[in-house]
């Protein structure tokens, strides 16, 4: 099953704002929404935002998602260093039955 | 913050069989819907199962299909994955999750050994 496509890597200043993208089809981030997932090395992921681009109890309001057709985004608004970290977006595809992950985003904070 | 914690991982040999569990806290863990996601060293995230809150239906990629089978115990607030004829490539650490619920356990190691 072909996966969902994201940049591999993205570099922005401290306190400027990061957009990640994620792209799919109609089947899966058109139709099913996308969660998008932080993940430290060495550290289990942690969703920040949900299929219906809620974020969970504890997650700070910086993160925000998005979906326009078949693409999906993360909005981190005044990046700190600890928000340099791999970026994942999940969608559940429903013609094939089956979860796709975008390949990761690294964000680095400069 | 629903714990999950995973075990059952380890060394096992190429061709060989494993079985992963992973059990929640809480109960109501027959509302999850559960995965099975893995993470090759150094590599991004790789589903590899999903079964629905009764665990009627399953759902595998072509990776698993055949070799890994999925399934879960409410009563025992548990889910499984039995692995068979494991090789190089299933080596990763294996998180169970409800995934688009937020809920991820701390994840297990297994290594295969040819």
């Known amino acids: 099953q072909a996966g969902l496509t994201q940049p591999p890597s993205l570099s922005k200043d401290l306190g400027q704002t990061a957009t990640l993208i994620c792209t799919g089809g109609s089947s899966n981030v058109g139709h099913e929404g996308v969660g998008w997932l932080q993940q430290y090395q060495g550290h289990p992921p942690k969703l920040l935002s949900d299929r219906d681009n809620r974020r969970p109890s504890g997650i700070s309001d910086r993160f925000s998602a998005s979906t326009s057709g078949n693409t999906a985004s993360l909005t981190i608004t005044g990046l700190r260093p600890e928000d340099e970290a791999d970026y994942y977006c999940?969608?559940?595809?429903?013609?094939?039955?089956?979860?796709?992950f975008g390949g990761g985003t690294k964000l680095t904070v400069l | 913050e629903v714990p999950l914690v995973e075990s059952g991982g380890g060394l096992v040999q190429s061709g060989g069989s494993l079985r992963l569990s992973c059990t929640a806290s809480?109960?109501?863990?027959?509302?999850?819907?559960m995965t099975w996601v893995r993470q090759a060293p150094g590599k991004g995230l790789e589903w590899v199962a999903s079964?629905?809150?009764?665990?009627?239906?399953?759902f595998y990629p072509d990776s698993a299909k055949g070799r890994f089978t999925i399934s879960r115990d409410n009563a025992k607030r548990s889910l499984y994955l039995q692995m068979s004829s494991v090789m190089s490539e299933d080596t990763a650490v294996y998180y169970c999750?409800?995934?688009?619920?937020?809920?991820w356990g701390q994840g297990t190691v297994v290594a295969v050994s040819s």
């Open positions: 999940a969608a559940w595809d429903t013609s094939v039955n089956a979860m796709l």
């Open positions: 079964t629905n809150q009764d665990g009627g239906q399953r």
């Open positions: 999750a409800d995934l688009f619920a937020g809920f």
């Open positions: 809480t109960s109501y863990f027959w509302t999850f819907w």
